[in-house]
T-cell receptor, first 114, second 111 residues
């Protein structure tokens, strides 16, 4: 089973709102990722958690706040977003094994900031 | 700057033909190579991974890796209209779990 789930599927929020995106995997993967994808562009890495610790932050603005409560869950807390933050937000997970790191993506959350 | 380059396409092939998608990368230390398929409005789906020089086959898909030439390709045999999608090449370098993606090649399989 290579399933990563994400909720919600769609989210519309105003610039003053606070919302959270959720991601879950039950594959025993110990690395989890947040990506942002704009139309006709490749996924852009935002954060990486390895063994529940933040290992990579790609200089993401502080209005995006990741959280990894346990090895199966990953959250992305959103606050005071801008319209240009509208995008498809993808969660992925992988093993942490040399010569592997196959990443499996969830279906994504389509975010619109108004 | 580690780069992964792909021709953006569209690459148009007739149904039943072989589609050949190519990817070059700049970091000679790259170790792991992946092909993802992405349908419009959907998330990327891993279809092939390859780690050593040579060919790797999985059904209608064959991944080819040539580290000396810094080149990885994906062949799709007996192309079907359902193969019409954007194909993303991704490369992992170093010990970090970070992937560098190419910009993707759009494949159109025509009837």
């Amino acid at each position: 089973d290579t399933e990563v789930t994400q909720t919600p599927k769609h989210l519309v929020m105003g610039m003053t709102n606070k919302k959270s995106l959720k991601c879950e995997q039950h594959m025993g993967h110990r690395a989890m990722y947040w990506y942002k994808q704009k139309a006709k562009k490749p996924p852009e890495l935002m954060f990486v958690y390895s063994y529940e610790k933040l290992s990579i932050n790609e200089s993401v603005p502080s209005r995006f706040s990741p959280e990894c409560p346990n090895s199966s869950l990953l959250n992305l807390h959103l606050h005071a977003l801008q319209p240009e933050d509208s995008a498809l937000y993808l969660c992925a997970s992988s093993q942490v094994v040399l010569d592997s790191y196959e990443q499996y993506f969830g279906p994504g959350t389509r975010l619109t900031v108004t | 700057q580690k780069e992964v380059e792909q021709n953006s396409g569209p690459l148009s092939v007739p149904e039943g033909a072989i589609a050949s998608l190519n990817c070059t990368y700049s970091d000679r230390g790259s170790q792991s190579f992946f092909w993802y398929r992405q349908y419009s409005g959907k998330s990327p789906e891993l279809i092939m991974s390859i780690y050593s020089n040579g060919d790797k086959e999985d059904g209608r898909f064959t991944a080819q890796l040539n580290k000396a030439s810094q080149y990885v390709s994906l062949l799709i045999r007996d192309s079907q209209p359902s193969d019409s999608a954007t194909y993303l090449c991704a490369v992992r370098s170093g010990t970090a779990s970070k992937l560098t993606f190419g910009t993707g090649t759009r494949l159109q399989v025509t009837l």
